[in-house]
């Protein structure tokens, strides 16, 4: 993320809206008007700024007939431009820092492994949360593709269940309410 912030106070805040553009729609051709409502520049700037991403080989023009069109090149340079501009989005951190705010809830653990569209979580606190976090985890999904599962508990009922052997295998405490 420091890397992000350190690009944007170096360079035009337009060149890296329009790059981001091209980032997140790789396959898509733009017209240069299209290209410059879709990164909220104007026509002018976005024309110069598409001059000098062309030449520097990021992005191509594509002449159809009396038109052009511009579309990012995948290469090691976008790659790398990929790299520093990717915008890391981690769905796991997005549901701690909301369901951490709800009262009930003492601790938050990752049963197992997360996975890349899913994660099983052991919510230990009061039952009474389980509609506000079922709406975190259904926001969550929408929004990024990511699957939570979940389960409250009691903390009495979860050192029971672990004594148990229910809840063997790897745990990870997430995210623990101070006591005090």
């Known amino acids: 993320m420091a890397d992000i912030d350190i690009l944007k106070q170096?360079?035009?805040?337009?060149i890296l809206r329009i790059i981001d553009v091209f980032?997140?729609?790789?396959?898509?051709?733009?017209?240069?008007?299209?290209?410059?409502r879709a990164a909220n520049v104007s026509p002018a700037t976005t024309y110069r700024i598409v001059g000098k991403l062309v030449k520097a080989g990021i992005i191509e023009e594509i002449k159809i007939s009396k038109f052009k069109v511009y579309k990012i090149i995948v290469n090691?340079?976008?790659?790398?431009?990929?790299?520093?501009?990717?915008?890391?989005?981690?769905?796991?951190?997005i549901f701690v820092e909301k369901?951490?705010?709800?009262?009930?809830?003492?601790?938050?653990i990752l049963q197992g492994k997360k996975t890349n569209k899913s994660a099983n979580i052991l919510i230990i606190g009061?039952?009474?949360v389980s509609k506000k976090v079922d709406g975190i985890t259904s926001d969550i999904k929408q929004k990024h593709n990511?699957?939570?599962?979940?389960?409250?508990?009691?903390?009495?009922?979860?050192?029971?269940m672990t004594k148990l052997g229910v809840?063997?295998?790897e745990k990870r405490t997430l995210w623990e309410r101070i006591k005090g």
């Open 10 to 14: 170096l360079f035009d805040k337009k």
């Open 146 to 160: 990511f699957n939570i599962d979940f389960l409250i508990l009691s903390e009495q009922q979860f050192k029971q």
């Open 99 to 108: 369901a951490k705010e709800l009262d009930g809830i003492d601790s938050i």
């Open 167 to 169: 809840y063997s295998g």
């Open 23 to 36: 980032l997140q729609n790789r396959d898509k051709q733009f017209y240069l008007r299209e290209l410059g």
């Open 126 to 128: 009061k039952d009474d």
């Open 76 to 93: 090691e340079k976008t790659k790398g431009l990929t790299k520093l501009l990717k915008k890391e989005v981690n769905p796991l951190e």
